[in-house]
């Protein structure tokens, strides 16, 4: 079972490219979660989608994008990265909004230069 | 947002040990999970609770929810080599779109 699956797995960006990263379930969840891990500060939220064709903002959204035509597609878009956005970042969902229990993927180490 | 503490903030300890680790925060959640993170990966959900007061065990894992919905714990009883990550609590309200709230971790390292 293939779960939720992120792609690329690492990647080095120059500062002011934009960048797409990508997440895609198989698991039919309504809810969709994209966190950034950064040591000492756990995860952080940065957008989510509760279903759909709907998006929100979470505790750290600036500088990020997402869409969520589908239910299946999660992607996070950087359009001009800068180097404090260099984090590990997963990519989550959840069966619904209101069930917590949220399955993560492997994550993208993310590095801007 | 919610802020939750959790500690210690890394542990090291002999195999066969029991290992104690808690989250505490100052609102109320209305869920509490568990998660393990091994280097390289995401992290896996180990234990969810739902009630106060709920106590659950996953094979050596015993995690509780306090009763004051403030905090909850986590023991993993005679530890073993692959017992080594990086353990997080997470609290949920279902509240609105009010998301998960995750812990700073607590990284566990096993001696042989």
């Known amino acids: 079972t293939a779960g939720i699956t992120q792609a690329p797995t690492s990647q080095i960006l120059a500062a002011g490219r934009s960048m797409t990263l990508r997440c895609t379930q198989d698991?039919?969840?309504?809810?969709m979660y994209w966190y950034r891990q950064d040591l000492g500060l756990g995860l952080r939220l940065i957008h989510y989608?509760?279903?759909?064709?709907?998006?929100g903002k979470g505790e750290v959204p600036d500088g990020y994008s997402v869409s969520r035509a589908n239910t299946d597609d999660f992607p996070l878009t950087l359009a001009s990265a800068v180097p404090s956005q260099t984090s590990v970042y997963f990519c989550?969902?959840?069966?619904?909004?209101?069930?917590?229990?949220?399955?993560f993927g492997q994550g993208t180490r993310l590095t801007v230069v | 947002g919610q802020q939750l503490n959790q500690s210690p903030q890394s542990m090291f300890i002999q195999e066969g040990e029991d290992v104690s680790m808690n989250c505490t925060s100052s609102?109320?959640?209305?869920?509490w999970l568990w998660y393990k993170q091994e280097p390289g990966e995401g992290p896996v959900l180990l234990i969810a609770?739902?009630?106060?007061?709920e106590l659950t065990s996953n094979g050596r894992l015993t995690a509780q929810f306090g009763i004051t919905r403030k905090d909850s714990f986590l023991n993993i009883s005679a530890s073993i080599p692959s017992d080594v990550g990086i353990y997080f609590c997470?609290?949920?309200?279902?509240?609105?779109?009010?998301?998960?709230?995750f812990g700073t971790g607590t990284r566990l390292t096993i001696i042989p």
């Open positions: 609102s109320i959640f209305n869920t």
């Open positions: 997470a609290g949920g309200t279902n509240f609105g779109n009010e998301k998960l709230t």
């Open positions: 989550a969902s959840s069966e619904s909004d209101m069930n917590t229990e949220a399955f």
């Open positions: 698991m039919r969840h309504n809810a």
């Open positions: 609770l739902y009630k106060a007061g």
């Open positions: 989608s509760n279903t759909a064709g709907t998006t």
